[in-house]
Every structure is written in structure tokens, then in C-alpha cells.
Nanobody, 125 residues
Framework: VQLQAFGGGLVQAGGSLRLSCAAS????????MAWFRQAPGKEREFVAW???????YYADSVKGRFTVSRDNAKNTVSLQMNSLKPEDTAVYFC????????????????????WGRGTQVTVSS
């Protein structure tokens, strides 16, 4: 199983970026997929998850600015990021394969079996 995230880059504060993550090796159409991020010198933190039916949940820091979506037919998950701030600068990771034991804690790092390699997002002030 592989997860490949892409779409990162350099953007000015207030701008937008769209990240996508393509999964291969198995289908995640019935499983929760998520985005996390890790800023320099900080621990990896939860950004958003989306379940098989399209229900989503966001970290307070991105609520109202970021939107997670998925295409089950293409086995992809995306993250539309608007009104970006310098504090959004981080490496963004996609995750999939929610562990049954964490089905009610999909915001935890340890909740997922599979991780992508990450894509860098840099927001300049």
C-alpha cells in the first residue's frame, strides 16, 4: 500500500493551495482518511479526517478555512486550504487505514496504519 501526497508549495499569506493524496495497493473507499501536519520543531498534529460517507471533522486551527474531500472511485483524498497563514507552514501527511481500536479517535497519530511521505507547504508573510 502506498499513499502519495502532492500539491504543496510556496504561497503568500491569504492564498490558497490544494493538496491531494492518491492511494494505491488497496481501496480505502470504506475507510476513514485523514490529513496531519508537522511544523519544524513540533510534533505531528491532526488537521482533518473524512469518513467513507463524506462526514468530516477538523482541527479548530483550520476550521472554516480548510475543506477535506474524497473521491472513492479514484481512491483519493484532497485538502483545499484557503486563507492560509504563516502558522500553516508544515509538512502535510495523508493517512488512511483507520484502526478499529481508534474508530472514535480518528484525530490521533497512532490511529492509522498507512502514511504518505508528506508534501511541504510554506506560507510566507
Amino acid at each position: 500500500v502506498q499513499l502519495q501526497a502532492f500539491g504543496g508549495g510556496l504561497v503568500q499569506a491569504g492564498g490558497s493551495l490544494r493538496l491531494s493524496c492518491a492511494a494505491s495497493g488497496r481501496s480505502f473507499s470504506t475507510n476513514t482518511m485523514a490529513w496531519f501536519r508537522q511544523a519544524p520543531g513540533k510534533e505531528r498534529e491532526f488537521v482533518a479526517w473524512i469518513n467513507w460517507s463524506g462526514s468530516a471533522y477538523y482541527a479548530d486551527s483550520v476550521k472554516g478555512r480548510f475543506t477535506v474531500s474524497r473521491d472513492n472511485a479514484k481512491n483519493t483524498v484532497s485538502l483545499q486550504m484557503n486563507s492560509l497563514k504563516p502558522e500553516d507552514t508544515a509538512v502535510y501527511f495523508c493517512a488512511a487505514g483507520l484502526k478499529l481500536a481508534y474508530r472514535n479517535e480518528a484525530y490521533r497519530n497512532e490511529a492509522y496504519n498507512y502514511w504518505g511521505r508528506g508534501t511541504q507547504v510554506t506560507v510566507s508573510s
